[in-house]
């Protein structure tokens, strides 16, 4: 506050400046996915403004349809079992990693987080030949190792910013007690590095629940999650019961957010408290 009271004219100017110009881009990348909203509750059967009434016919039929319900709960599924196994590979080599010497932890670190830096459409190429050797193309098993293979960087991150301020005495002071492995795990490490288990487990899911390019890939005719079925939605019949179906797809990001916003607080919290 100090700071700030001592700020001169430019500098106050350029401040304003950076505000205005930072609520300016948000806007405009927020702008284009909060107009689906109102598109929802459109009354008629194309995706027009202005809306020419108010409905909720496009809900009813998404609700009443069982090509989208089936959607949606493929998605569900199979982002709930790519969450859990990424979040468990994901926590055990973000363990893993802090007790590697720099230089290996550097190029463990790299490989880890390569799915991030390859563009996904190589990535699902590279699996779609790699997966089409043992006959995992079209099954479930496959989707889930694909998308696991997506999310595990993103538990990595969020595990190993955790352990950054994790104390290796309390380990050692647990296997002195008498403490194996699995129970110093569970009632040391796991309490402090929870939030960052939680952050994970949230970016993993929503990972899988909005990811497409593996699922076209690797997707049975069968098996439509609901960003593959909005896709062949937008490509047969351009129906507004999309953008019902792409609501639910920003609501499940908005509130995985919050929760990972929520659990940055209460680290921070926490962290103030201790240096207190």
């Not at 929802?40 to 349809?65: C, E, I, Q």
């Not at 490989?111 to 079209?138: E, Q, T, W």
Request: proline fraction near 6%; glycine fraction near 6%.
């Amino acid at each position: 506050m100090t700071e700030r009271t001592h700020l001169t004219v430019t500098e106050r100017a350029a401040d304003i400046g950076a505000k205005i110009v930072a609520i300016a881009v948000a806007i405009f990348l927020v702008a284009p996915i909060l107009v689906i909203f109102p598109l929802s509750f459109t009354s008629a059967t194309l995706m027009v403004f202005p809306l020419p009434g108010l409905s909720m016919r496009w809900y009813a039929d998404f609700f009443t349809n069982p090509v989208w319900l089936s959607a949606l709960r493929n998605s569900v599924l199979l982002a709930v079992v790519t969450t859990l196994v990424a979040t468990s590979l994901g926590t055990a080599a973000a363990l893993g990693l802090v007790r590697l010497p720099a230089r290996q932890r550097a190029v463990v670190s790299t490989l880890l987080l390569s799915p991030m830096i390859v563009p996904v459409i190589i990535v699902g190429v590279g699996i779609f030949f790699y997966f089409a050797r043992f006959g995992l193309v079209g099954t479930f098993l496959g989707l889930v190792l694909a998308h696991t293979t997506l999310a595990l960087p993103l538990v990595v991150i969020a595990v190993s910013a955790t352990l950054a301020g994790f104390d290796p005495n309390l380990l050692r002071a647990a296997y002195a007690s008498g403490a194996g492995p699995f129970a110093a795990f569970w009632q040391v490490t796991r309490p402090l590095v929870m939030p960052g288990i939680v952050t994970g487990a949230a970016f993993a899911f929503i990972t899988s629940f909005d990811e497409i390019v593996c699922v076209i890939f690797l997707g049975s005719p069968e098996f439509r999650t609901l960003p593959r079925q909005i896709w062949s939605g937008a490509k047969e019949t351009v129906s507004p019961t999309i953008t019902v179906a792409a609501v639910f797809l920003v609501i499940a990001s908005v509130m995985m957010s919050l929760i990972v916003e929520a659990l940055r607080r209460r680290t921070r919290k926490l962290t103030g408290a201790k240096q207190q």
